[in-house]
Protein backbone atom coordinates (compact mmCIF):
# COMPACT_ATOMS: atom_id res chain seq x y z
CA UNK A 1 0.00 0.00 0.00
CA UNK A 2 2.80 1.99 0.72
CA UNK A 3 4.50 1.69 -2.71
CA UNK A 4 1.27 2.54 -4.10
CA UNK A 5 0.60 5.53 -2.22
CA UNK A 6 4.56 6.97 -2.97
CA UNK A 7 4.12 6.01 -6.73
CA UNK A 8 0.53 8.37 -6.69
CA UNK A 9 2.53 11.30 -5.59
CA UNK A 10 5.46 10.93 -7.79
CA UNK A 11 2.76 10.76 -11.35
CA UNK A 12 3.02 8.02 -14.81
CA UNK A 13 4.82 5.13 -14.09
CA UNK A 14 7.22 3.19 -16.55
CA UNK A 15 6.31 -0.51 -17.65
CA UNK A 16 8.90 -1.45 -14.67
CA UNK A 17 7.82 0.52 -12.17
CA UNK A 18 4.20 -0.63 -12.46
CA UNK A 19 5.62 -4.41 -11.99
CA UNK A 20 7.12 -3.59 -9.10
CA UNK A 21 4.11 -1.93 -7.66
CA UNK A 22 1.57 -4.57 -8.45
CA UNK A 23 3.96 -7.66 -8.05
CA UNK A 24 3.35 -8.80 -11.44
CA UNK A 25 6.69 -9.32 -14.11
CA UNK A 26 7.23 -6.61 -16.76
CA UNK A 27 6.29 -9.24 -19.48
CA UNK A 28 3.00 -9.76 -18.04
CA UNK A 29 2.26 -5.90 -17.69
CA UNK A 30 3.98 -5.24 -21.40
CA UNK A 31 1.16 -7.77 -22.84
CA UNK A 32 -1.25 -6.13 -20.75
CA UNK A 33 -0.66 -2.22 -21.97
CA UNK A 34 -0.08 -4.03 -25.52
CA UNK A 35 -3.81 -5.37 -25.29
CA UNK A 36 -2.36 -9.12 -25.82
CA UNK A 37 -3.36 -10.37 -22.58
CA UNK A 38 -6.11 -12.79 -23.77
CA UNK A 39 -3.70 -14.14 -26.83
CA UNK A 40 -0.65 -14.88 -23.74
CA UNK A 41 -3.99 -16.11 -21.45
CA UNK A 42 -3.42 -13.85 -18.58
CA UNK A 43 -5.91 -14.28 -16.00
CA UNK A 44 -8.88 -11.32 -16.29
CA UNK A 45 -8.28 -9.95 -12.49
CA UNK A 46 -4.28 -10.14 -13.30
CA UNK A 47 -5.51 -7.26 -16.78
CA UNK A 48 -8.13 -5.49 -14.38
CA UNK A 49 -5.14 -5.21 -11.51
CA UNK A 50 -2.74 -4.03 -13.79
CA UNK A 51 -5.46 -1.63 -15.59
CA UNK A 52 -6.97 -0.01 -12.79
CA UNK A 53 -3.08 1.08 -11.92
CA UNK A 54 -2.24 2.54 -14.82
CA UNK A 55 -6.09 4.62 -14.93
CA UNK A 56 -4.68 5.57 -11.28
CA UNK A 57 -1.54 6.70 -12.21
CA UNK A 58 -0.87 7.24 -15.68
CA UNK A 59 1.85 5.43 -17.59
CA UNK A 60 5.03 6.69 -19.26
CA UNK A 61 6.09 5.21 -22.46
CA UNK A 62 10.19 4.78 -23.06
CA UNK A 63 9.99 5.87 -26.60
CA UNK A 64 13.58 5.48 -27.23
CA UNK A 65 13.51 1.37 -26.09
CA UNK A 66 10.18 0.89 -28.46
CA UNK A 67 12.02 2.74 -31.66
CA UNK A 68 14.78 0.21 -30.98
CA UNK A 69 12.49 -2.85 -30.73
CA UNK A 70 10.26 -2.13 -33.37
CA UNK A 71 12.70 -0.36 -35.34
CA UNK A 72 10.44 2.60 -36.25
CA UNK A 73 10.70 6.36 -35.01
CA UNK A 74 6.95 6.41 -34.37
CA UNK A 75 7.50 9.89 -35.83
CA UNK A 76 5.95 11.11 -39.29
CA UNK A 77 7.29 14.43 -41.39
CA UNK A 78 5.41 17.08 -43.29
CA UNK A 79 7.29 19.54 -45.84
CA UNK A 80 4.88 22.34 -47.08
CA UNK A 81 5.69 25.39 -49.05
CA UNK A 82 5.03 28.13 -46.11
CA UNK A 83 3.40 26.67 -42.47
CA UNK A 84 1.93 30.37 -42.22
CA UNK A 85 -0.45 29.89 -45.23
CA UNK A 86 -3.94 29.58 -43.74
CA UNK A 87 -4.38 26.30 -46.20
CA UNK A 88 -1.31 24.58 -45.15
CA UNK A 89 -1.40 25.76 -41.39
CA UNK A 90 -4.94 23.94 -41.26
CA UNK A 91 -3.41 20.60 -43.03
CA UNK A 92 -0.85 20.95 -40.69
CA UNK A 93 -3.02 21.06 -37.70
CA UNK A 94 -5.22 17.82 -39.27
CA UNK A 95 -2.25 15.91 -40.03
CA UNK A 96 -0.89 16.73 -36.21
CA UNK A 97 -4.12 15.26 -34.74
CA UNK A 98 -3.56 12.04 -36.73
CA UNK A 99 -0.50 11.29 -35.63
CA UNK A 100 -1.20 12.22 -31.66
CA UNK A 101 -4.47 10.04 -32.17
CA UNK A 102 -2.06 7.45 -33.18
CA UNK A 103 0.72 8.12 -30.88
CA UNK A 104 2.78 9.20 -33.70
CA UNK A 105 4.94 12.81 -33.46
CA UNK A 106 4.44 15.40 -36.75
CA UNK A 107 7.80 17.31 -37.45
CA UNK A 108 7.56 19.97 -39.81
CA UNK A 109 9.48 21.96 -42.19
CA UNK A 110 8.74 25.09 -44.63
CA UNK A 111 10.21 24.87 -48.19
CA UNK A 112 9.13 28.67 -49.20
CA UNK A 113 9.08 27.06 -52.86
CA UNK A 114 12.97 26.54 -53.20
CA UNK A 115 13.62 23.05 -54.46
CA UNK A 116 17.00 23.26 -52.57
CA UNK A 117 15.87 24.29 -49.37
CA UNK A 118 13.22 21.53 -49.93
CA UNK A 119 15.56 18.65 -50.35
CA UNK A 120 17.39 19.99 -47.00
CA UNK A 121 14.26 19.87 -45.25
CA UNK A 122 13.54 16.04 -46.54
CA UNK A 123 17.38 15.03 -45.76
CA UNK A 124 16.93 16.54 -41.98
CA UNK A 125 13.91 14.66 -41.48
CA UNK A 126 15.18 11.29 -43.21
CA UNK A 127 18.19 11.72 -40.70
CA UNK A 128 15.84 11.96 -37.56
CA UNK A 129 14.71 8.45 -39.41
CA UNK A 130 10.76 9.38 -39.55
CA UNK A 131 8.74 6.26 -41.06
CA UNK A 132 7.08 8.39 -43.51
CA UNK A 133 7.11 11.71 -44.94
CA UNK A 134 4.03 13.63 -46.71
CA UNK A 135 5.46 16.87 -48.84
CA UNK A 136 3.85 19.47 -50.88
CA UNK A 137 6.78 19.24 -53.65
CA UNK A 138 7.78 22.34 -55.18
CA UNK A 139 11.06 19.48 -57.04
CA UNK A 140 9.93 16.99 -59.84
CA UNK A 141 9.13 13.33 -59.08
CA UNK A 142 12.18 12.45 -59.81
CA UNK A 143 14.29 14.25 -57.37
CA UNK A 144 12.39 11.75 -54.95
CA UNK A 145 13.75 8.23 -56.87
CA UNK A 146 16.12 7.46 -53.93
CA UNK A 147 13.43 7.47 -51.77
CA UNK A 148 11.35 5.16 -54.33
CA UNK A 149 13.92 2.70 -54.51
CA UNK A 150 14.88 2.59 -50.69
CA UNK A 151 11.02 1.47 -49.76
CA UNK A 152 12.40 2.48 -45.88
CA UNK A 153 10.26 5.56 -45.83
CA UNK A 154 6.97 5.76 -46.62
CA UNK A 155 6.10 8.95 -48.87
CA UNK A 156 2.51 10.71 -49.95
CA UNK A 157 2.46 13.50 -51.76
CA UNK A 158 -0.15 16.32 -51.39
CA UNK A 159 -1.56 19.30 -53.05
CA UNK A 160 0.57 19.14 -56.19
CA UNK A 161 0.00 16.12 -58.53
CA UNK A 162 3.09 16.14 -61.15
CA UNK A 163 2.82 13.98 -64.07
CA UNK A 164 3.20 10.25 -64.38
CA UNK A 165 4.56 10.73 -60.64
CA UNK A 166 5.26 7.04 -59.16
CA UNK A 167 3.67 8.43 -55.60
CA UNK A 168 0.11 8.29 -53.91
CA UNK A 169 -0.88 11.54 -54.56
CA UNK A 170 -3.90 13.84 -52.65
CA UNK A 171 -5.14 16.83 -54.11
CA UNK A 172 -8.13 19.18 -54.03
CA UNK A 173 -10.59 19.15 -57.03
CA UNK A 174 -8.52 21.93 -58.30
CA UNK A 175 -9.50 22.05 -62.39
CA UNK A 176 -12.88 21.47 -61.61
CA UNK A 177 -13.11 24.11 -59.06
CA UNK A 178 -11.52 26.66 -61.25
CA UNK A 179 -14.32 26.19 -63.94
CA UNK A 180 -16.43 26.55 -61.72
CA UNK A 181 -15.48 29.68 -60.13
CA UNK A 182 -14.59 31.23 -63.68
CA UNK A 183 -18.26 30.16 -64.81
CA UNK A 184 -19.88 32.30 -61.74
CA UNK A 185 -17.48 35.09 -62.13
CA UNK A 186 -18.47 35.56 -66.05
CA UNK A 187 -21.95 35.09 -65.58
CA UNK A 188 -21.74 37.80 -62.78
CA UNK A 189 -19.95 39.94 -64.85
CA UNK A 190 -21.24 39.69 -68.39
CA UNK A 191 -17.86 38.25 -69.08
CA UNK A 192 -15.57 40.91 -67.96
CA UNK A 193 -13.09 38.67 -66.13
CA UNK A 194 -9.45 38.83 -65.55
CA UNK A 195 -6.84 35.72 -64.09
CA UNK A 196 -4.28 36.49 -61.59
CA UNK A 197 -2.05 33.70 -61.76
CA UNK A 198 1.02 32.69 -59.63
CA UNK A 199 3.86 30.17 -60.43
CA UNK A 200 1.81 28.19 -63.36
CA UNK A 201 4.62 25.45 -63.75
CA UNK A 202 3.33 24.09 -60.35
CA UNK A 203 0.46 21.71 -60.96
CA UNK A 204 -2.02 22.44 -58.84
CA UNK A 205 -2.22 26.40 -60.37
CA UNK A 206 -1.85 24.94 -63.48
CA UNK A 207 -4.87 22.75 -62.99
CA UNK A 208 -6.49 25.93 -61.54
CA UNK A 209 -5.62 27.72 -64.86
CA UNK A 210 -6.68 25.23 -66.92
CA UNK A 211 -10.10 25.34 -65.42
CA UNK A 212 -9.76 29.66 -65.97
CA UNK A 213 -9.17 28.28 -69.90
CA UNK A 214 -11.69 25.98 -70.31
CA UNK A 215 -14.72 27.83 -68.47
CA UNK A 216 -13.31 31.03 -70.52
CA UNK A 217 -13.77 29.23 -73.76
CA UNK A 218 -16.80 27.12 -73.43
CA UNK A 219 -18.56 30.68 -72.11
CA UNK A 220 -16.89 32.35 -75.92
CA UNK A 221 -14.94 34.97 -74.99
CA UNK A 222 -12.66 36.15 -76.87
CA UNK A 223 -8.97 36.78 -76.48
CA UNK A 224 -8.76 34.19 -73.27
CA UNK A 225 -4.87 34.62 -73.08
CA UNK A 226 -4.68 38.48 -72.74
CA UNK A 227 -7.26 38.03 -69.90
CA UNK A 228 -4.56 36.43 -67.97
CA UNK A 229 -1.64 37.79 -65.62
CA UNK A 230 1.49 35.59 -64.97
CA UNK A 231 3.96 36.01 -62.25
CA UNK A 232 6.70 34.22 -61.32
CA UNK A 233 6.30 34.24 -57.27
CA UNK A 234 2.83 33.32 -55.23
CA UNK A 235 2.63 36.94 -52.53
CA UNK A 236 1.33 40.04 -52.37
CA UNK A 237 3.30 42.28 -54.12
CA UNK A 238 2.94 40.03 -57.33
CA UNK A 239 -0.76 40.71 -57.18
CA UNK A 240 -0.05 44.04 -56.61
CA UNK A 241 1.80 44.41 -59.83
CA UNK A 242 -0.47 42.40 -61.69
CA UNK A 243 -3.71 44.57 -60.73
CA UNK A 244 -1.41 47.79 -61.36
CA UNK A 245 -0.34 46.75 -64.83
CA UNK A 246 -4.20 45.80 -65.75
CA UNK A 247 -4.98 49.62 -64.43
CA UNK A 248 -1.98 51.21 -66.29
CA UNK A 249 -3.93 50.17 -69.71
CA UNK A 250 -6.98 51.97 -68.77
CA UNK A 251 -9.70 48.90 -67.73
CA UNK A 252 -10.50 47.40 -64.32
CA UNK A 253 -12.21 44.33 -64.92
CA UNK A 254 -15.47 43.71 -63.04
CA UNK A 255 -14.57 40.14 -62.18
CA UNK A 256 -10.82 39.22 -60.49
CA UNK A 257 -10.28 35.67 -60.30
CA UNK A 258 -7.00 34.88 -58.36
CA UNK A 259 -5.53 31.54 -58.10
CA UNK A 260 -4.19 32.16 -54.26
CA UNK A 261 -5.17 34.38 -51.49
CA UNK A 262 -2.27 35.69 -51.85
CA UNK A 263 -2.46 37.20 -54.94
CA UNK A 264 -5.99 38.35 -54.18
CA UNK A 265 -4.49 40.21 -51.26
CA UNK A 266 -2.34 42.06 -53.31
CA UNK A 267 -4.75 42.59 -56.07
CA UNK A 268 -7.33 44.27 -53.47
CA UNK A 269 -4.74 46.57 -51.87
CA UNK A 270 -3.59 47.89 -55.44
CA UNK A 271 -7.31 49.11 -56.34
CA UNK A 272 -8.00 50.27 -52.74
CA UNK A 273 -4.92 52.15 -53.33
CA UNK A 274 -5.86 53.21 -56.82
CA UNK A 275 -9.74 54.20 -56.19
CA UNK A 276 -9.62 54.91 -52.46
CA UNK A 277 -11.32 51.92 -51.90
CA UNK A 278 -13.02 48.68 -53.64
CA UNK A 279 -16.00 49.37 -56.63
CA UNK A 280 -18.67 48.19 -55.36
CA UNK A 281 -19.88 46.40 -58.43
CA UNK A 282 -16.21 44.02 -58.36
CA UNK A 283 -16.77 40.25 -57.86
CA UNK A 284 -13.58 38.38 -57.02
CA UNK A 285 -13.14 34.48 -57.04
CA UNK A 286 -10.20 32.46 -55.14
CA UNK A 287 -9.30 29.66 -53.53
CA UNK A 288 -8.96 28.42 -50.07
CA UNK A 289 -10.38 30.25 -46.87
CA UNK A 290 -9.66 33.19 -45.14
CA UNK A 291 -11.88 34.63 -42.00
CA UNK A 292 -11.74 38.22 -43.39
CA UNK A 293 -13.13 36.73 -46.94
CA UNK A 294 -16.26 37.56 -44.95
CA UNK A 295 -15.90 40.98 -44.13
CA UNK A 296 -14.99 42.13 -47.49
CA UNK A 297 -17.81 44.53 -49.09
CA UNK A 298 -17.87 42.75 -52.08
CA UNK A 299 -19.43 39.80 -54.00
CA UNK A 300 -16.82 37.05 -53.32
CA UNK A 301 -16.68 33.49 -54.11
CA UNK A 302 -13.59 30.87 -53.06
CA UNK A 303 -13.08 27.26 -53.23
CA UNK A 304 -12.75 26.26 -49.89
CA UNK A 305 -10.56 22.96 -49.50
CA UNK A 306 -11.46 20.21 -47.17
CA UNK A 307 -8.36 19.73 -45.11
CA UNK A 308 -9.46 17.30 -43.47
CA UNK A 309 -10.71 15.25 -45.92
CA UNK A 310 -7.02 16.04 -47.72
CA UNK A 311 -5.37 14.72 -44.05
CA UNK A 312 -7.22 11.81 -43.79
CA UNK A 313 -6.58 10.65 -46.86
CA UNK A 314 -3.01 11.11 -46.84
CA UNK A 315 -2.32 9.93 -44.19
CA UNK A 316 -4.44 6.29 -44.74
CA UNK A 317 -2.17 6.10 -47.86
CA UNK A 318 0.83 6.70 -45.79
CA UNK A 319 -0.54 4.23 -42.65
CA UNK A 320 -0.82 1.64 -45.53
CA UNK A 321 2.56 2.13 -47.07
CA UNK A 322 4.27 2.10 -43.42
CA UNK A 323 2.22 -0.89 -42.76
CA UNK A 324 3.60 -2.87 -45.74
CA UNK A 325 0.68 -2.40 -48.18
CA UNK A 326 2.60 -2.16 -51.79
CA UNK A 327 2.90 1.41 -53.15
CA UNK A 328 0.34 2.32 -55.08
CA UNK A 329 0.54 5.89 -58.06
CA UNK A 330 -3.22 6.60 -57.60
CA UNK A 331 -4.26 10.15 -58.08
CA UNK A 332 -6.83 10.72 -55.00
CA UNK A 333 -9.32 13.66 -55.45
CA UNK A 334 -10.53 15.57 -52.58
CA UNK A 335 -13.59 17.75 -53.71
CA UNK A 336 -13.84 21.25 -51.95
CA UNK A 337 -16.88 23.55 -51.11
CA UNK A 338 -17.47 26.35 -52.98
CA UNK A 339 -18.52 29.29 -50.91
CA UNK A 340 -20.31 32.42 -52.46
CA UNK A 341 -20.54 35.50 -49.71
CA UNK A 342 -21.35 39.34 -50.15
CA UNK A 343 -23.69 41.27 -52.09
CA UNK A 344 -24.90 40.69 -55.80
CA UNK A 345 -24.26 43.62 -58.03
CA UNK A 346 -26.87 45.16 -59.22
Known amino acids: MSAERGSRRSGPKTIAEIAEATGFSRTTVRFVVSGQAERHRIKAETRAHIEAFIAAHGLVVDQTARSLRTRRSEAVGLVVPDLANPFFARLTAELEERCRSTG ?3 LTASSHEDPEREAQAVAGLLGRGVDGLVVAPCRPPATFEGLRRSRRTALVMVDRAHARSPWPTVVSDNEAAARRITTRLIELSAGDVDLLCACPELPSIADRLAGFRAAARAAGLSEVEERIHVAARDEPPAGAASMAEILTRGRRPKAL ?3 SLLMLEGA ?3 LVSHFGRLPEDLVVGTFD ?3 LLDA ?4 VLSLRQDERG ?3 RAFACLLAEMEGAPREAVRHVVPGR ?7 PS
Open 104 to 106: RVL
Open 257 to 259: MCT
Open 268 to 270: LSE
Open 289 to 291: HHP
Open 296 to 299: LPVH
Open 310 to 312: LAE
Open 338 to 344: LVERGAR
